[in-house]
T-cell receptor, first 117, second 114 residues
Framework: GAVVSQHPSWVICKSGTSVKIECRSLDFQATTMFWYRQFPKQSLMLMATSNEGSKATYEQGVEKDKFLINHASLTLSTLTVTSAHPEDSSFYIC?????????????FGPGTRLTVT | AQSVTQLGSHVSVSEGALVLLRCNYSSSVPPYLFWYVQYPNQGLQLLLKYTTGATLVKGINGFEAEFKKSETSFHLTKPSAHMSDAAEYFCAVSGNNQGGKLIFGQGTELSVKP
């Protein structure tokens, strides 16, 4: 149980285009999903917290107009990188909290490798 | 505020040797503590977690960790390393004042020599 999927697993796009990444909780309901960014050989950097039916909460320094997050249902959150540039190339990982969990445990997706050319 | 410090960005052990990955935390509220493992180009997998109760926590793949409040530590151990244990390991802390956020340490890369 507690499986989180991400789609796509990798994507290459041209500079200036937008890319959408989906995060789904497959076998549980998630009121809260998180989006992280990870650079090579580094830890995860929290970008934003996504709550179902409300606006996402962005961490300091993260451009909310560039990284659009939508949490339309209890099983789906999307991250759209708008007007992507090479510096947006990174590994993006989502996680989800089980609605029924009280331990703050997060279940992670497999990640999406974004390369902007 | 909460924070996590992992001592040693890289640890190398021989196959069959003891694995010890160190994690110290800072928290103003009772912490929930986690160890995750990440294999290359993959997401994170939960190894074990401490919430309340027994301070020695057993996880998957033979790993365990002990919560020591007096030392603010949550070190990860495994008696005998296997080649498949080579990966990146992250310690994380959360608590009820963070809205469910996980605060991660810098990570420790574990190498296992044959």
């Amino acid at each position: 149980g507690a499986v989180v999927s991400q789609h796509p697993s990798w994507v290459i796009c041209k500079s200036g285009t937008s890319v959408k990444i989906e995060c789904r909780s497959l076998d549980f309901q998630a009121t809260t999903m998180f989006w992280y960014r990870q650079f090579p050989k580094q830890s995860l950097m929290l970008m934003a917290t996504s709550n179902e039916g409300s606006k996402a909460t962005y961490e300091q320094g993260v451009e909310k107009d560039k990284f659009l997050i939508n949490h339309a249902s209890l099983t789906l959150s999307t991250l759209t990188v708008t007007s992507a540039h090479p510096e947006d190339s990174s590994f993006y990982i989502c996680s989800a909290r089980d609605l029924s969990s009280t331990s703050y445990e997060q279940y992670f997706g497999p990640g999406t490798r974004l390369t902007v050319t | 505020a909460q924070s996590v410090t992992q001592l040693g960005s890289h640890v190398s052990v021989s196959e069959g040797a003891l694995v010890l990955l160190r994690c110290n935390y800072s928290s103003s509220v009772p912490p929930y503590l986690f160890w995750y493992v990440q294999y290359p180009n993959q997401g994170l997998q939960l190894l074990l977690k401490y919430t309340t109760g027994a301070t020695l926590v057993k996880g998957i793949n033979g790993f365990e960790a002990e919560f020591k409040k007096s030392e603010t530590s949550f070190h990860l151990t495994k008696p005998s390393a296997h080649m498949s244990d080579a990966a990146e390991y992250f310690c994380a802390v959360s608590g009820n004042n963070q809205g469910g956020k996980l605060i991660f340490g810098q990570g420790t890369e574990l190498s296992v020599k044959p």
